[in-house]
């Protein structure tokens, strides 16, 4: 059974950071890409990026790139989302996904979605 679980959530000031992580079990995550998602309430699930099976490639939408850093490691089967001065409006439900391919996390049809994690930026 795949799971994907997402820590690292919480309540932060803005102007602040946060790291979360999202472990996986239950596949072989070096031969899956990965990205993470959030949904704010009352909006679309939204796309924060991806990185390839290998971690050694990385996209964000142009919305995403200055503030947000996407890694992982496969020894540990680990996704990282690190989020840097934070804004009231990041406010979401956090998400990491698994997809076959990178288009898969790009096109938001992946193969496995976590649970979520909450992030709430106060002002």
């Known amino acids: 059974q795949v799971q994907l679980v997402e820590s690292g959530g919480g309540l932060v000031q803005a102007g602040g950071s946060l790291r979360l992580s999202c472990a996986a079990s239950?596949?072989?995550?070096?031969?899956?890409?990965m990205g993470w998602f959030r949904q704010a309430p009352g909006k679309e699930r939204e796309l924060i990026g991806g990185t390839i099976s290998s971690g050694s490639s990385t996209y964000y939408p142009d919305s995403m790139k200055a503030r947000f850093t996407i890694s992982r490691d496969n020894a540990k089967s680990a996704l990282y989302l690190q989020m840097d001065s934070l804004k009231v409006e990041d406010t979401a439900v956090y998400y990491c996904a698994a997809g076959r391919k990178l288009h898969n996390i790009v096109s938001a049809t992946p193969d496995y979605w976590g649970q979520g994690t909450q992030v709430t930026v106060s002002s």
């Open positions: 239950g596949l072989p995550f070096s031969n899956y890409a």
